[in-house]
C-alpha cells in the first residue's frame, strides 16, 4: 500500500511556521485607524442598522432593494472593524524618534534630490499609512528600504521600475 510522506512524516518535525512581521506605525497614522474604526462602530454601523429595520417593517424582503442594500452594507462594515480592532492589536506604535536624528529611520521625512536637481520629500511610514500622493512611503517599498539607515549627506542608487534613480539626502527630520 502506497502513502504519501508530508513534511511531519519525513523527519518527525512540524514545519517552520511563517515569522509574523511586526507592523510599524506612527502615532498620528493609528489615531487615523482607530477615528475610522469609532466612525463605523459608534455612527455608521447604528444608522445602516435603523434603515435595515425600517426596510424590513415596510414588508416583501426578497424584492427590497434598501434591505438588501443595507444588509449588504453591515457585512461591509463588521468585516472592517473587524479587520481594524485586530489591526490595532497587532500594530506597534513608534512616537520616540532615533538616537541619531540624522539618519533615516520608521517616521523620519526625509527630503532627496534626484541627479535632475528635483528635491521631493517623503516620510517613511507603515504599510496601513502609506499614501504617495500625501509623500507616505510603506516602509518596505523600493525607496524606503534603501533610505533606511542612511544619513544626511548619503548618495544611493534605487532600483525602481522605471530603473535606477540616484538620490543625495538632503535632510532628515523627525517632527512636521
Known amino acids: ?3 504519501s510522506m508530508s513534511a511531519r512524516d519525513s523527519d518527525g518535525d512540524d514545519p517552520p511556521k511563517p515569522q509574523k512581521r511586526v507592523a510599524y506605525i506612527t502615532p498620528e497614522g493609528a489615531k487615523k485607524l482607530r477615528a475610522e474604526l469609532d466612525e463605523l462602530w459608534l455612527v455608521e454601523r447604528p444608522r ?3 434603515q435595515v429595520a425600517d426596510a424590513a417593517a415596510l414588508g416583501d424582503r426578497s424584492e427590497n432593494a434598501e434591505y438588501i442594500y443595507g444588509k449588504r452594507r453591515l457585512r461591509e462594515i463588521d468585516r472592517r472593524v473587524r479587520f481594524l480592532s485586530k489591526r490595532l492589536d497587532e500594530i506597534r506604535i513608534v512616537s520616540e524618534p532615533p538616537s541619531d536624528p ?3 529611520f520608521f517616521g523620519a521625512w526625509v527630503t532627496v534630490e534626484d541627479e535632475d536637481g ?3 520629500t517623503y516620510r517613511i511610514v507603515g504599510a496601513d499609512e502609506s499614501d504617495l500622493s500625501s509623500g507616505y512611503i510603506s516602509m518596505d517599498s523600493p525607496v524606503a528600504k534603501a533610505l533606511l539607515g542612511k ?3 548619503d548618495t544611493l542608487t534605487i532600483k525602481v521600475p522605471k530603473g535606477d534613480v540616484e538620490y543625495t539626502i538632503l535632510h532628515v527630520k523627525y517632527s512636521a
Do not use: F, N, S
Request: glycine content about 6%; hydrophobic content about 25%.
Open 1 to 3: 500500500m502506497l502513502r
Open 48 to 50: 445602516v442598522t435603523q
Open 102 to 104: 540624522k539618519r533615516c
Open 118 to 120: 528635483a528635491e521631493k
Open 151 to 153: 544619513r544626511e549627506g
